[in-house]
């Protein structure tokens, strides 16, 4: 519903969409770069040493990726690729170390493959209200497995 | 209505007003949904072929893509691979899967006819039930399987009857007819 007015075209309702989450998500500041540079820089943050950074940011294992994936949930929507949860648990021993040499190469070259960057934006209803109200709706991103696999690896590297 | 039907069928049974009918309707939408995206359907993780194919499809895929040392461009291809052969793998079991009900259908009536215009003996009696229950059980898979009811059970005059090798849904009169003839053979209801 833009304006009270409910649009049925499909061009017309994927453009309301975006313009109401862009207008939703966008913020103003005054502030300036270097002002941003400044407050960190002037912030006394702990700081790691060169070999606890070294240990934490060692690359990932088959073994800690495949217990890690061992912990997911089945029946969850899968991400822009398809492949579900239950696929790669069935096939991790066989593709699993292909998917570890990915994700090291991908620390070393500063960037995961292009599946891996991919999501899927799509709406959720929210519990209560009318669903012909986008505000009623809660987007939600839909990433790969593999990428789940990696962010949770790496977090409990930490 | 009859704009909306897409599909209808007719089910043999024994008792001549109890035949269940299935109708699949076309619902006309003014918003209509996109095409979606490619999910993989996790029951193909059950049948023996597509993992061993898949397996396949790895050391294929290694041995054509060997000189590739991007790991992270390997990575998409195998994907890729794995993506298109599994979809070609759904393709080919939803045609023999549809064939195989066609050919259990067209047994199906054959006998349904046979029996109406004969003296029903009763070793044409068991075939004839041994069809429509796997007719019964093979639709039920396919509907289960794509998170659908085959026949609402809550309906009035349809019970869920627990019999080997796995749960249908007779009409009455079918559940009284089989239980009838199968006592010869062995079978018993839960009740």
Redesign the interface.
Known sequence: MENETII???TQ?LDAIEKYFKDLYTSESNTTQEQCESFIQELRLPKLSDEERDEFEGLLKYDECKQILETFPNDK??G?????V??NK??FE??GH??V??F???FE?N??????RRG?ITLTPKEDGSLLDISNWRPITLLDV?CKIATKAIAKQR | MTQFVKKSEIYPSFAPDRKAIYMSLSLSN???R?RG????N?SL?NNEHY?NK??EI?FQTCSNYSTLT???????M??ME??ATTISFSKTLAKSTNCREIEITRRLQALDEFICNNLMPLTLIRSYTNLMISKLNFKQSIRRREKQQFLDPSVDGWEMVSAPPSTLVLTKGEEILIKRLYLNYGWRTKR
Not at chain 1, 80 to 84: A, D, K, L
Not at chain 1, 111 to 116: A, M, W
């Open positions: 049925k075209n499909e309702v929507s899968p822009e690729n398809g492949f579900t239950e696929n069935c096939f066989l593709l292909n998917l040499e990915s090291n190469e991908a070259a960037e995961l493959s292009i599946s891996q899927v593999d | 003014e918003t209509p996109g995206l490619w999910k993989f996790n993780l993992v898949i397996r790895y991007d790991k992270r461009l390997f990575w998409e195998l994907k794995i993506r």
